[in-house]
């Protein structure tokens, strides 16, 4: 347990290893969004890009020197002078310049990726971290694959790049190996014995392979690092990164064993998160820890019963202190009396326990049909509504050829009628929604779409899962077929249904049940 009280630098990553991400690979322009928005959330450390890799790492990084002028910029390069030239190009302007340079120190690399001996790459982490440091006053170096270094190496490594001029020392857990236990050891033993350690920052970059790396981050502040590199969502190669949203929120919470804080507005964590799934269309899953849909949903009775009582029975922190509007009671096949009849309440309907016990059979029956119940169709079971009656799709056609998709759609309507509507669109679920809203006259927008296969071999079904916008209100709406276009089609009936089903409950005055 750290006994000063401090604060730990955050180095967000999302812009460069994060990027790294097969399929999270961001625009110049979409680069600057998040950077203004990992400003706003108070990050200490922006690292960019990778200038000598691409024009487009080398645009961003430009625009965003330009317009942060109180967060450190720090950009990537390896030990080779074209790089760190690039690097320094780069970040003209810039108001707080840090070039990172990094070198493999460990056995495996030096044979099989570099072809270098040791002598060779203490030579190149002396000469080329002096070079950076000859364009900017702050250089960090990173021992690459620094775990799996032999520990004496690994002090001669830290040793020289510190006598160069290196002002932050990285040692990452570059393939998520090391566990808590030793990584705290191994901080403790370089600050001890190194030279010059002391008058250095200290910091872990941690790698997800074995699910350890936001555990292993705080082991290795609790070494004695005061950097920590993260990045949104936990983004970054193979299995990610460190996760900066569950780091910040472990200091929070657990600040009185830690005794270290960090400046991150914990309030912005869920926007920013929402922001990154937005802008590289990567959602989180649903039960992530702090950002996702179901960090705050309670479904059980059991626990439902406990947060109608204390929230704290349940929640080891305030929805809001995140940025979630509020703790979610999702209303399901496990929930109990208690919740019903609280929501109830909340509606406006006072009941008496028969009334209530007759309401509750029904919100059962209900649970049998579709997986969550929302106030709109409480209001409906209140108001004597059949819940279940809607627009049900009764056959379908898309076609996915020529430049642009097509899509027909038969439904039936609430009175039992039958219509048919088409539209074209940018793919088959593009088209497909189209022509829905076309005959249904509701009118999405849509958030988040995901499919996955639901059951093992010939019984596999897929299920569609949707998230979409209405008139200022989020809807999330699911549907199983063996077809997933089909599968789609009734996950996006089932959030129309429910609009359209307020929009009646609307126009009738509330009744309690006879």
Known sequence: MTTNT???RIFDTTLRDGEQSPGCSMTPQQKVVMARALAELGVDIIETGFPASSQSDREATAQIARELRETTLAVLSRCLPGDIEASARSLEGAAKPRIHVFLSTSPLHREHKLRMSKAEVIDSIGKHVALARSFVDDVEFSTEDGTRTEEDFLHEAVGVAIAAGATTINVPD???????????GLFQRLIANVPGAKDVIFSAHCHNDL???????????EGGARQIECTINGIGERAGNAALEELAMALKVRNAFYNIDSRIDSRRLVPTSKLLQRLIGMPVQHNKAIVGENAFAHESGIHQHGMLRNRSTYEIMNPSDVGWPDSKM??????GRAAVGHRLRALGYTLEDEQLDQVFEQFKALCEQQRTVDDDDLERLMTGGVTGQGY???????SDRGQRASAQVELSDPDGRKLTESALGDGPVDALFAALSAATGVRLSLESYSVHSVGLGADARGEASLS????GSEYVGSGTSRDIIEASALAWLEIANRILRSRQGSTSGKSAVA
């Open 330 to 335: 999702v209303l399901g096949r496990h929930s």
């Open 392 to 398: 049900r799709l009764s056959s379908m056609t898309v």
């Open 211 to 221: 699910g350890l790396a936001v555990a292993n981050s705080l082991a290795a502040m």
């Open 6 to 8: 401090e604060y730990v």
């Open 174 to 184: 570059t393939l998520g190996y090391t566990t808590p236990k030793e990584i705290r």
């Open 468 to 471: 979409v916008h209405h008139e």
